[in-house]
């Protein structure tokens, strides 16, 4: 499963991947301690510092809180240097933390998923991840030899929501926080759900081994599900079928499991779980960095919404990093490519030496500056460019809709229509898979991959423009704003918007020491429709997440959600692509196309649906940047 297998390898403390020519450097210029810190109700949390040996002056604390593990185990175990730009922190001689979070591999206590922060503590006995946070860090700045008083935290993806909670912790000592890809919202934007619809290839991958419960504390994790019959993810959950089932191969053991099938729509449950509500009690000494990717099919809703509820409502310093980035690509070595889209440079590189250490340098050490930080420092792709911008989503950005017409065609002008709506069935039993690589689980690249399949199948409905006769730069979230009927009471929308490339097309070849080697063959490219945003809105959900509602067969009915931020350039010579499907499996579960419990819903309930978009009343809202003059 690869949300758990970059969780896992992007956290500081365990990077240790690729060839590095002294593998003892770090044993050789650090001390290690593992100890257990005592929380204020007597847990005790396993935490493992790694201690600069220099001496010449007094360093700063950089923690990562983790449920992945903060391993390798034993006072004598040490990685290696991080090949990436985390090797900067070891050798700019940080005090290095990592610690197993409540109830996790070796620390005390019983774990929570994503557990509610409480905003006013009434005793010892209420604790919470922020409060784990402020205990920890108090226990460090008092009792860890040299260092500075002063402490950063870090953490990607689940790490991420650690990070934002150390962020609430409103310990003095903590002066620059960066939430990177943090968990926020587990039915609307983040991992296991989209709008409502339950993105169940990658729930059952991972709570089939991570939410498995651990009778005590240990140094190894619960193997996952691994009687899969075959290894075509496709087939797999094809041939499970409904909800119901795959409820029985995950067994009753797996706490958050259950409470997905019993929360159905979005309720105080998982409103207590959103942390974006207390961002007001980030203190304003606190500088935060959220840094998020355009590609990340698991946290950007995290990143973008975490990044919104610290600007409106925190007084803090607060900063907004997006990068051409699949699930935490920015804490890999390599940001020049995802799949066969080439951006020209090591985008995850530049980030690392240019944004990020120099931020925890300029916080943690009083070193350095922050010229280079923008409020938002985003890169588009397209144009392959960061820009620094004073604002996000940018101030001359203006909302321009892109409208469905007959025969394909997509246009910013409206016209008189001869036919009313385009349709197609959508069949349960046969639906549109969201990649054409038959694979077992999803790829990193998914998120760019060439289109075509898709739109080669009839229960996909494909719009397209004209060849641009100027380059189309969109900065902002997109909208779909559609009318629709359906013959059934429910159904699902996927929306993709993409970038069809010439016939004839070649990457700029550049030159220099430092050029990027293209390796894309340029057949390959030829055509190439390039996803650039897609996304799902279960209907039911169209007007409240707490509220579904049924459709009423055939009668024309309004659906209207918005997507995560796009940051591209559509040059001179391509075409926009709109794509419209009811399926995208098995990323997210299949409608059964009747209004129901889906997690209860049982074989028969599965219905085909005849689905109808009108045109010209249905738009894509683009976030358009005007040309410069």
């Known amino acids: ?260 099938y019993n929360h159905p729509n979005y309720d105080a449950w998982w409103e207590a779980r959103n942390p974006t509500h207390f961002m007001n009690k980030i203190p304003s000494s606190v500088a935060t960095l959220v840094v998020g990717g355009l590609f990340d099919s698991e946290d950007y809703y995290g990143a973008l919404n975490t990044y919104k509820a610290i600007e409106t409502k925190a007084k803090n310093n607060n900063k907004l990093i997006i990068g051409p980035w699949y699930h935490g690509q920015w804490g890999t070595t390599d940001g020049s490519r995802l799949g066969n889209v080439q951006f020209g440079s090591n985008t995850s590189a530049w980030y690392g030496h240019n944004l990020e250490v120099p931020f925890f340098n300029y916080y943690l050490k009083g070193k350095g500056s922050l010229d280079s930080l923008a409020e938002a420092t985003v890169f588009f792709t397209g144009e392959n460019q960061w820009h620094h911008l004073d604002k996000w989503p940018p101030a001359e950005m203006k909302s321009r809709a892109l409208y469905l017409q007959e025969n394909g065609k997509l246009s910013f002008h409206e016209t008189k229509r001869k036919v009313q709506f385009a349709q197609y069935v959508s069949d349960p039993t046969k639906p549109v898979p969201f990649m054409e690589k038959v694979s077992f689980g999803k790829t990193n690249e998914f998120m760019t991959d060439d289109q075509r399949f898709a739109a080669r199948r009839t229960d996909v409905l494909v719009f397209q423009t004209d060849t641009l006769k100027e380059d189309l730069t969109i900065a902002g979230p997109l909208t779909a704003d559609l009318k629709v009927a359906i013959s059934g009471t429910d159904a699902d929308f996927v929306v993709k918007l993409i970038d069809v490339f010439p016939d004839y097309f070649e990457y700029p070849q550049k030159t220099g020491a430092n050029a990027p080697v293209y390796t894309a063959s340029t057949t390959l490219m030829n055509g190439y429709q390039m996803l650039v945003r897609g996304d799902v809105m279960r209907g039911k959900y169209r007007n409240s997440m707490e509220h579904p509602e049924p459709f009423i067969p055939n009668k024309p009915t309004v659906v209207k959600f918005s997507m995560n931020d796009i940051a591209h350039t559509f040059q001179k010579g391509h075409r926009i692509m709109i794509q419209i499907q009811s399926s995208w499996f098995p990323l997210v579960d299949r409608n059964p196309q009747k209004f129901t419990d889906i997690y209860h819903a049982k074989e028969s309930d599965f219905q085909k649906a005849d689905i109808k978009i009108y045109l010209n009343d249905s738009k894509i809202i683009l976030p358009v940047v005007p040309k410069s003059q």
């Not at 206590?109 to 922020?130: L, Q």
């Not at 067994?251 to 958050?256: C, I, K, L, Q, Y």
Request: charged share 20%; net charge neutral.
């Open 1 to 260: 499963m690869k949300l758990l297998l970059w969780a896992i390898v992007l956290i500081i403390p365990i990077l240790s991947q690729g060839q590095e020519p002294d593998p003892n450097w770090i044993r050789k210029n650090y001390s290690k301690i593992e100890l257990y810190i005592p929380m204020r109700d007597g847990v005790r949390l396993f935490t493992s510092v790694y201690i600069p040996k220099d001496t010449t002056e007094k360093h700063p604390i950089l923690i990562t809180r983790t449920p992945y593990s903060c391993a390798p185990y034993g006072e004598d175990a040490f990685h290696t240097l991080p090949p990436s730009h985390y090797k900067e922190y070891y050798q700019g001689n940080y005090i290095i933390v990592g610690q197993d979070v409540r109830g996790r591999y070796l620390s005390e206590g019983t774990f929570s998923d994503v557990r509610p922060f409480i905003a006013e503590k009434k005793s010892n006995t209420e604790t919470d991840e922020a409060s784990d946070t402020y205990d920890t860090v108090d226990w460090l700045v008092k009792n860890i030899a040299n260092n500075n008083g002063r402490v950063g935290i870090i953490g990607i993806s689940y790490p991420g929501f650690y990070a934002t909670m150390g962020a609430l912790s409103n310990h003095p000592a903590i002066k620059a926080v960066s939430p990177q890809a943090p968990v926020c919202d587990w039915f609307i934007g983040d991992d296991f759900h989209h709008n409502g619809a339950f993105l169940m290839m990658d729930a059952f991958g991972f709570f089939s081994g991570f939410g498995k419960p651990r009778p005590t504390p240990t140094k190894s994790g619960r193997e996952g599900f691994n009687k899969y019959p075959t290894r075509d993810s496709y087939e797999f959950y094809l041939r499970i079928g409904c909800l119901s089932n795959l409820l029985k191969l995950m067994g009753d053991s797996v706490t958050f499991w259950n409470n997905i």
